[in-house]
């Protein structure tokens, strides 16, 4: 038995609610289409909404690439830490999202969930890759917490757009708008 089937169950919980919250993100989305959008939201949802459904999927990427049968350690390390790699230069291209948008200034808790937590994440992946062969234990462990967090990050940031555009966007709107 190798150290990756003991995680089994960890990945299949985690996966399943990355791919349920993919599907519930994909709704709330088609909700709120409905709106009037500006092309400064637009790009506002690239720089907001689309990272979340990158960070459920590169979990449920993960859950089941670690789930895989795999003989070793070494070729999933490398796969994770592809992963980690391009998660860093998607957190960076976030970051660019975010200054260029115009629809919404950030504050310091949209840098954090949005830049830094990811980018720390993803930094968990790439660097855990590197120690597997020698710290499996360990590197797992980390592997587990980086795909809890990139899980949670989506949570905060899908709930965070939807009472936004719910509870700011909405309620600027004249009231014969909403009613169609």
């Known amino acids: 038995m190798t150290p990756l089937a003991e995680w089994n169950n960890f990945y299949v919980i985690v996966g399943s609610s990355a791919g349920a919250l993919i599907g519930l993100q994909f709704v709330v989305i088609a909700l709120i ?3 009037p959008t500006a092309r400064a939201d637009a790009q506002a949802g690239d720089a907001f909404s689309t990272p979340s459904v990158v960070h459920f999927g590169v ?13 070793g350690i070494v070729a999933v390390a490398v796969l994770w830490s592809g992963v980690g790699l391009s998660g860093i ?12 948008q115009a629809a919404y200034k950030p504050v310091f ?4 969930f949005h830049v ?3 980018l720390a994440a993803y930094a968990m992946l790439a660097g855990s890759a590197f120690a597997a062969r020698s710290l499996t234990r360990p590197s797992l462990f980390i592997v587990g917490a980086a795909a809890l967090l990139l899980l949670f990050v989506g949570i905060h940031n899908a709930w965070d757009a939807v009472t936004y555009h719910v509870f700011v966007r909405r309620r600027g709107q004249p009231k014969d708008e909403r009613n169609r």
């Open 59 to 71: 979990v449920l990427l993960l859950s089941a690439v670690v789930s895989a049968p795999w003989y």
């Open 89 to 100: 230069v998607y957190a960076v291209i976030v970051a660019r999202r975010f200054r260029v």
């Open 33 to 35: 289409a409905e709106m």
């Open 116 to 118: 830094l937590l990811p």
């Open 109 to 112: 808790e949209d840098w954090l």
